[in-house]
């Protein structure tokens, strides 16, 4: 009878070192009458790129370590999860709030990449547009250098339209851009990105102002869908004046009036020389 206590007592005992620890929900609690000042924040949380829509998770801010106000993530509006949560600071301003976003269904703690200042009685997001809340900030802006200033309808196949870049609090991350033809199909199949982020024409273009739709990656794993928009202009660039280039020549000093100085040549849009015998200068 004392080997069964003994050996059932021992595979008791095994059994309850490996069971693995999970943690606790927070039990954050904050008195706003300790305060004086506050400012709201409507935000959802995205986490490893997918948007939380779990209601018992959870957000806080802190200052200095010191938990600031909370809330859970229970609130839908239009199909998404927000969090109403309101600050609170005894300085009208500049106190340095940081985040911590508790994600139940994993049962984890983990600190965002957000961090903000404190100023009494203002407002970040609304529930219309919510405030992002991200361990890995993603580029939710992208641009287009535009090469040239207009575009006509017959640039060439080929011809460097404008340059892609993306907006993005991570330093250090390389963005690739891809074409999406799911939104603007009719548009995009003239265009071709070349060397992750350089945008070319790759068909006959079409007059008006068009948006293309880009997907950008930031290399950690997030994606943003946007547009950038280009106008394209009616019009034969290839023969008409878009730049002057000048050549000089050397003069020697106290040479009579009338003594040539530079040569000027006009370029096309595509910097190609056009034939002088057929243009007039004018200072």
Known sequence: MLQRFIYFSLVLIMGIWIIPAH???????????????????????????????DPDDMLGAFVNGELRGFTRLNQVVSDRNLGFLVLYSNQVADETVTFEFYDASADMLMTLDNEETFLSDAILGNSASPYLMTDNFISDEISLDIQWNSISEDTPVGTLIGTLAGNDENDGETYTFSLTNETYPNVNPWFTIQNGNELYGNAQLQPGTWPVSV?????????????????????????HPHSIATAPLRVNENEPGG?????????????????????????
């Not at 506050?38 to 949380?45: H, I, N």
């Not at 997907?215 to 023969?239: E, H, K, P």
């Not at 530079?262 to 034939?275: I, Q, R, V």
């Open 215 to 239: 997907t950008v990656d930031d290399g950690s794993g997030c994606l943003f869908n946007g547009a950038v928009f280009i106008t394209i202009v009616d019009g034969d660039f290839s023969t």
């Open 259 to 283: 003594t040539q100085i530079l040569e000027l040549s006009a370029l096309n849009f595509y910097g190609d020389p056009l034939d002088n015998s057929n243009l007039d200068y004018a200072i």
């Open 23 to 53: 943690a606790q929900a927070p039990d954050w609690q904050v008195n706003p009458n300790d305060y004086l000042f506050q400012m709201t924040v409507s935000s959802v949380v995205v986490i490893d790129c997918e948007e939380s829509t």
